[in-house]
């Protein structure tokens, strides 16, 4: 079948960098003590090209002082309400200890956060890499996806779903 439906176009590093910049929350994978991917959504800033986070101790901070490297997605609806948006973040993370000076300058502590226990750990994310993409509709079709019906508008965009620990199943 023919993808007549939507145009993909690859974004630049400064398209994707502005596109995070229009967003607040992510979802940051990390792998667990097993080498097991996990994920978790999180809000986020983007300050100087990096991103930060901010965090209570758990299971997401423990696997980054096991091993730093993680990828971060960001997806949305644009301004327009006529496209969809997705951007990728291949990076090492860091645990901010001792850099009260890069914490208090880049804004991470203002950082709204949907969970309302107090956050003390902060997180920067440096990429390697940075990649996204641009599904824009056909000037024939108009603004339906496959699947998915017309575009919403941003101010119809679903409400964010606050993250729960994961049930792990195992054979029995």
Same mark, same amino acid.
């Given at each position: 079948?023919?993808?007549?439906?939507?145009?993909?176009?690859?974004?630049?590093?400064?398209?994707?960098?502005?596109?995070?910049?229009?967003?607040?929350?992510?979802?940051?994978?990390?792998?667990?003590?097993?080498?097991?991917?996990?994920?978790?959504?999180?809000?986020?800033?983007?300050?100087?090209?990096?991103?930060?986070?901010?965090?209570?101790?758990?299971?997401?901070?423990?696997?980054?002082?096991?091993?730093?490297?993680?990828?971060?997605?960001?997806?949305?609806?644009?301004?327009?309400?006529?496209?969809?948006?997705?951007? %990728?973040?291949?990076?090492?993370? +860091?645990?901010?200890?001792? $850099?009260?000076?890069?914490?208090? @300058? /880049?804004? =991470? &502590?203002? #950082?709204?956060?949907?969970?309302?226990?107090?956050?003390?750990?902060?997180?920067? %994310?440096?990429?390697?890499?940075? +990649?996204?993409?641009?599904? $824009?509709?056909?000037?024939?079709? @108009? /603004?339906? =996806? &496959?699947? #998915?019906?017309?575009?919403?508008?941003?101010?119809?965009?679903?409400?964010?779903?606050?993250?729960?620990?994961?049930?792990?199943?195992?054979?029995?």
């Amino acid at each position: 079948m023919l993808n007549r439906y939507r145009h993909i176009r690859h974004l630049d590093s400064a398209e994707c960098w502005a596109l995070l910049d229009t967003e607040t929350l992510g979802r940051l994978a990390v792998l667990d003590e097993t080498g097991r991917p996990d994920l978790f959504p999180i809000n986020y800033l983007v300050h100087y090209r990096r991103l930060y986070m901010q965090s209570v101790y758990g299971s997401k901070t423990a696997s980054i002082l096991r091993n730093p490297a993680v990828a971060f997605e960001v997806d949305s609806i644009d301004a327009a309400g006529d496209a969809r948006w997705s951007v %990728v973040i291949r990076g090492n993370a +860091t645990l901010l200890e001792d $850099e009260e000076l890069e914490i208090r @300058g /880049s804004g =991470v &502590r203002r #950082l709204a956060s949907f969970e309302p226990s107090k956050k003390w750990d902060y997180i920067r %994310v440096a990429p390697a890499s940075i +990649t996204g993409i641009m599904i $824009e509709p056909d000037a024939d079709n @108009g /603004s339906t =996806v &496959r699947g #998915l019906g017309p575009m919403q508008s941003p101010a119809h965009k679903p409400k964010d779903i606050s993250h729960r620990p994961p049930i792990h199943l195992s054979n029995q």
